[in-house]
């Protein structure tokens, strides 16, 4: 049960991906806290040490601004098995994270993930089993700023977690009770694997078109024929969930589909603003795996494969300027 014993409510993070890991999940973590909460960030020894010295910094126009000195802990210094680890970091540091938090693993850890897509649950119930592992899905928009300040963009800021196979269990019903009048939506979803599929339809349908044409929603839907590309692209995204097991109810269609073509709309992804900022983007996991998916049930999707191979040149080229391979 979680935080009967040791009262532990273990916040994860991986210090080998970049700062960007760092811009969603404190918007979730500072309220935790301030409800009283024992939470404790893993980090590596370099940014325990930043974090003591500078604090974390964010602005919030609509919670207010604050500098916060969290507990954090080191791989090294885990001595024992924590409560609930909360996962939150980018697919491509997915591997070097497991290696990380594995000793905090313990018979009773439950382990929420709130990755995008979908490969992660597969990576994750491979190594400490299905029973370790919850779906989580969590709704936030926020960015780092050029003094590594986390900004919230919108107000909206939920977290949705479940098990896997949608029953009301006794350990969900203690991590509903851990996360409930922290401050943020709360709540436990009897289909968490619907949810979870929902959230990487939109993200893949946003994240192609963005990063794709190479502009946010209103700029792409302000030329002809840019708002039926959009359409046609969620409906892609759409058709490969439902081959897989997953279809897209009408209601989630009909909610998104003005989302992706209302002019003037300021709308981006996360891929497309790190994608910007000539940062790692999570191609493979957001596109490419929704598009193999998609293949081996005989689904295509060509605007969304020509996002993915548009992303697949940029990233070589990162690679490419860093040396690598060479």
């Keep these: 049960m979680i935080l009967c014993n040791q009262r532990r409510l273990k916040g994860w993070r991986h ?3 970049n700062r960007r890991c760092w811009r969603s999940w404190w918007l979730f973590w500072r309220p935790l806290i301030q409800a009283g909460r024992d939470v404790t960030f893993l980090v590596l020894p370099k940014r325990a040490e930043q974090i003591q010295a ?4 964010v602005l919030s126009p609509m919670h207010g601004d604050f500098t916060a000195r969290p507990k954090t802990i080191t791989a090294a210094q ?28 313990g018979p009773q850890t439950v382990i929420i993930p ?16 299905e029973h370790a592992v919850l779906g989580g899905v969590c709704y936030v928009a926020t960015e780092i700023d050029s003094q590594g300040r986390i900004v919230q963009l919108a107000d909206f800021q939920s977290l949705t977690y479940g098990e896997l196979d949608g029953k009301k269990t006794s350990r969900i019903e203690a991590v509903h009770q851990a996360f409930s009048g922290a401050g943020f939506e709360a709540a436990i979803s009897e289909d968490i694997l619907r949810d979870m599929w929902q959230k990487w339809v939109w993200l893949a349908s946003v994240g192609a078109i963005t990063c794709l044409l190479r502009g946010n929603i209103g700029e792409v839907v302000s030329v002809p024929g840019g708002a039926e590309l959009c359409l046609s692209v969620l409906r892609e ?3 490969i969930a439902g081959v897989c097991g997953y279809p897209m109810s009408e209601t989630f269609l ?3 589909s003005p989302q992706l073509t209302a002019p003037g709309s300021k709308l981006t992804s996360s891929m497309y603003r790190d994608l910007t900022e000539q940062a790692p983007v999570e191609a493979d996991t957001i596109l490419g795996d929704l598009i193999e998916r998609g293949r081996k049930h005989g689904a295509s999707a060509p605007i969304v494969q020509a996002a993915f191979v548009s992303l697949a040149i940029y990233q070589q080229g990162r690679l490419r ?3 690598v391979g060479r």
Aim: net charge positive.
């Design 321 to 323: 300027a860093k040396g």
């Design 114 to 129: 709130v990755l995008n897509g979908m490969r992660h649950m597969d990576v994750l119930t491979q190594r400490f089993g």
């Design 54 to 57: 500078q604090g974390l910094r």
């Design 15 to 17: 210090a080998n991906s």
């Design 78 to 105: 885990i001595a024992s098995p924590y409560d609930v680890i909360f996962l939150s970091v980018k697919n491509y540091s997915l591997a070097g994270a497991i290696d990380d938090f594995a000793p905090a693993v």
């Design 254 to 256: 009909a909610e998104k």
């Design 237 to 239: 995204c759409a058709a």
